[in-house]
């Protein structure tokens, strides 16, 4: 447990509104990263953060946004819903530093958008 | 966009059977290779974290091998037991890179 937690667990939501989700750590990491889990695609990408302000873009970012103003927040806002982004998400950290470093992730919040 | 292939897609065994899948990746620019284990309606848990050409590395009746100069990995899993029923995901991270690129996953189910 990499003390992460994300917030809220689950939505449901209709087309067109937007939704932020939050991913929380206690542990002061550098690296915090945003996936989305779809059946037949793993984990993708969507964006990362590698320091207060300081984010980038993943493999599939249109469509969302993120904002990290503090060093144990980094938001997840999805500007205006559709349902293909009706999945689940998840957060990531990363820990340790070249052969030992590893990503842990957070428990999920899985999204349903109408 | 970098290409990560798992095969494969799924997998059904007998408990007790010993099983293997391959992850694929592009061998230039190699850095890591990461091995995830990811269970129904829980968080991906890291496995390994392999670095080196011939990399061998086990936890348990769970091991993988690294190739980085024709670019796989095989991840083995002896006397296979139900609870090691879950999708095992491959990432791969590029020399330089702040990003881990995920494969699609094997799904195992091991019948007992």
């Known amino acids: 447990d990499a003390g992460i937690t994300q917030s809220p667990r689950h939505k449901v939501t209709e087309t067109g509104t937007p939704v932020t989700l939050r991913c929380h750590q206690t542990e002061n990491h550098r690296y915090m990263y945003w996936y989305r889990q779809d059946p037949g695609h793993g984990l993708r990408l969507i964006h990362y953060s590698y320091g207060v302000k300081d984010t980038d873009k993943g493999e599939v970012s249109d469509g969302y946004s993120v904002s990290r103003s503090k060093t144990e927040d980094f938001l997840l806002t999805l500007e205006s819903a559709t349902s293909s982004q009706t999945s689940v998400y998840f957060c990531a950290i990363k820990e340790g530093d070249r052969d030992r470093e590893t990503q842990y992730f957070g428990p999920g919040t899985r999204l349903l958008v109408l | ?112």
């Open chain 2, 1 to 112: 966009i970098l290409n990560v292939e798992q095969s494969p897609q799924s997998l059904h065994v007998q408990e007790g059977d010993s099983t293997n899948f391959t992850c694929s990746f592009p061998s230039s620019n190699f850095y890591a290779l990461h091995w995830y284990r990811w269970e129904t309606a829980k968080s991906p848990e890291a496995l390994f974290v392999m670095t080196l050409n011939g990399d061998e590395k086990k936890k348990g009746r769970i091991s993988a091998t690294l190739n980085t100069k024709e670019g796989y990995s095989y991840l083995y899993i002896k006397g296979s037991q139900p609870e090691d029923s879950a999708t095992y995901l491959c990432a791969f991270y590029e020399e330089y890179g702040n990003k881990l690129v995920f494969g699609a996953g094997t799904i195992l189910r091991v019948k007992s």
